[in-house]
């Protein structure tokens, strides 16, 4: 899973360059509440489109998994303070 989180980040590095580098720091100094702002805004456009996004077979296959397990009764929930915990130390 690290393997596709690292070509994502690689893929989105690439696509900022054709970006203007004064975009992108601005970006950067921005506080927190207005950097979540312009990504709402960003997922906002995007569900917009939202039919002509193409989702990936890969993340379709984990999907159907985690509804088969959830409808067997074997799926296993996390308590929210705990899975950020987890995600926390996962990319630390």
């Known amino acids: 899973m690290r393997f596709a989180r690292d070509s994502r980040l690689h893929r989105a590095r690439n696509l900022l360059k054709f970006y203007d580098m004064t ?21 906002d456009d995007i569900a917009r489109e939202e039919k002509n996004l193409e989702v990936p077979q890969w993340h379709k296959d ?29 990319t630390q």
């Open 62 to 90: 984990i999907l159907d998994e985690r509804e088969r397990l959830i409808g067997e009764g074997k799926a296993k929930f996390v308590d929210w303070e705990d899975a950020k915990q987890q995600i926390n130390e996962a």
């Open 23 to 43: 975009t992108l720091e601005q970006i950067h100094h921005m506080p927190l509440h207005e950097k979540l702002l312009v990504m709402e805004a960003i997922w």
